[in-house]
């Protein structure tokens, strides 16, 4: 049952559970607190990386008041304001994480842009692409459109054609629908507004058509969703969108859809958007989701060993673009990572093929290298086999700062 409906017919005091599971406790604010005092064991399910209590009109002034005068004993008091979830709480407090990592509800396709983007290529798709019978599960749509403060009626205009001729098309014939706007409520009630003059009742509800922003959409889905980027550019690039708030946006809009996802844009991704900015990145996805599936193909037919294979695999998953056994005149590396004109050369040590007899000759190849301008981190099978995830979190979180700016190599 909902919080509401908890605090009605329970009291703490009184009804105490074996165990209390509470599911989307991203989305529970302070307020979830009190199922905690419910049971003599909880079980908290939530993800970070999906949309948290914004705790819009909050004064933060005087919550931090409070906090100070009455919760100054509690630990992680910090996080008793509206602005962190029960989910939030936990995890700071408890630990014990268990990540669940199989995904059942989307196509390959369609959920390879949150896996790549949000969890480092840990999630496990279980559908099969040939389980749905819409072809491409993702699919673009650009239009010349303007924004009109909070709303684009070009794109608005558009994904109701879209939703028209899907329903009108048999291949959809019993499927669901929803729109979601990635600029505020306004688009999304625009657009339904659009499909109440333009379907029946009867039709909107056999469809169970929703419209709505990335949060009305947690924890729901549908088997087709169109998404709205709603921004338009004036010809300099839009200021770069990819802050923790907009991430969890993105990764929520990005995994609702079971069969097909639409996005339909206004902007040209190289020209209008930054690299690294989450909208040129969902256009990118959307326009060849097979991507990163195939380079990870491809390349690891070039890779030396079982190992760097594995690497090679983490890497291409959490979105890098990794090159196997590349050429530098005489000599070959491992791993490289590409990004923007930048390059981070991989070693892989530890296996038959980089026994320790061999690190020396390594090394020396390494120094002539770094001569040239290459910067090298060193990963040892030995670490990786031992903790994959926590190997390749180091790793990820090094090539990243190397991308970004000049630090001195380290080995794991």
């Known amino acids: 049952m909902p919080l509401s409906q908890v605090v009605e017919q329970f009291r703490?005091?009184?009804?105490?559970?074996?165990?209390?599971?509470v599911d989307e406790a991203s989305q529970t604010d302070l307020s979830g607190l009190i199922l905690l005092a419910m049971a003599k064991k909880v079980i908290v399910v939530g993800d970070d990386k999906q949309v948290s209590p914004l705790a819009v009109g909050e004064e933060v002034d005087k919550?931090?008041?409070?906090?100070?005068?009455?919760?100054?004993?509690?630990?992680?008091s910090a996080l008793f304001d509206g602005r962190y979830s029960l989910y939030d709480i936990a995890r700071s407090s408890f630990g014990g994480q268990v990540m669940l990592r199989e995904h059942f509800r989307c196509v390959p396709e369609i959920i390879q842009f949150s896996n790549m983007h949000f969890y480092e290529g840990r999630i496990n798709p279980l559908r099969e692409s040939s389980s749905s019978n819409l072809k491409p599960a993702v699919r673009v749509e650009r239009v010349k459109g303007y924004r009109n403060g909070k709303t684009n009626p070009v794109e608005a205009?558009?994904?109701?054609e879209l939703i028209k001729a899907c329903?009108?098309?048999?291949?959809?014939?019993?499927?669901?629908?929803?729109?979601?706007?990635?600029?505020?409520?306004?688009?999304a009630l625009l657009i339904e507004n659009l499909l109440h003059q333009e379907l029946s009742p009867t039709e909107l509800q056999n469809r169970r058509l929703l419209c709505g922003n990335p949060a009305q959409f947690q924890g729901d889905e549908r088997d087709v969703i169109f998404i709205?980027?709603?921004?338009?550019?004036?010809?300099a690039p839009l200021p770069l969108r990819d802050s923790e708030s907009w991430r969890q946006r993105f990764?929520?809009?990005?995994?609702?859809?079971?069969?097909?996802?639409?996005?339909?844009?206004?902007?040209?991704?190289?020209?209008?958007?930054?690299?690294?900015?989450?909208?040129?990145l969902l256009i990118e996805h959307a326009l060849n989701p097979e991507n990163a599936l195939t380079q990870i193909r491809v390349e690891g037919?070039?890779?030396e060993s079982p190992f760097e294979r594995e690497v090679l695999k983490h890497l291409s998953k959490a979105g890098f673009r990794v090159r196997a056994q590349y050429p530098v005149g005489s000599y070959r590396i491992d791993l490289v990572v590409e990004s923007n004109g930048r390059k981070v050369a991989i070693g892989c040590d530890g296996d038959r093929y980089h026994p320790p007899e061999k690190w020396p000759e390594d090394l020396e190849r390494q120094r002539v290298l770094e001569r040239l301008g290459w910067r090298f981190i060193r990963v040892r099978g030995s670490s990786f086999y031992r903790d994959p995830e926590s190997t390749m979190r180091w790793l990820t979180g090094e090539i990243k700062k190397m991308l970004g700016e000049q630090v001195l190599p380290r080995t794991w």
């Open 157 to 160: 205009r558009r994904i109701v």
């Open 301 to 303: 037919a070039k890779a």
């Open 167 to 187: 329903i009108d098309n048999p291949l959809y014939t019993g499927k669901t629908f929803g729109v979601i706007s990635m600029v505020g409520d306004e688009q």
């Open 251 to 280: 990764n929520v809009a990005a995994s609702r859809a079971k069969d097909q996802m639409w996005v339909v844009y206004s902007l040209d991704p190289t020209a209008d958007l930054k690299p690294g900015d989450l909208r040129r």
């Open 12 to 21: 703490p005091e009184r009804d105490i559970f074996d165990v209390v599971i």
């Open 63 to 76: 919550v931090e008041h409070l906090q100070q005068a009455y919760l100054k004993d509690i630990p992680n």
């Open 228 to 235: 709205s980027l709603v921004d338009t550019s004036e010809g």
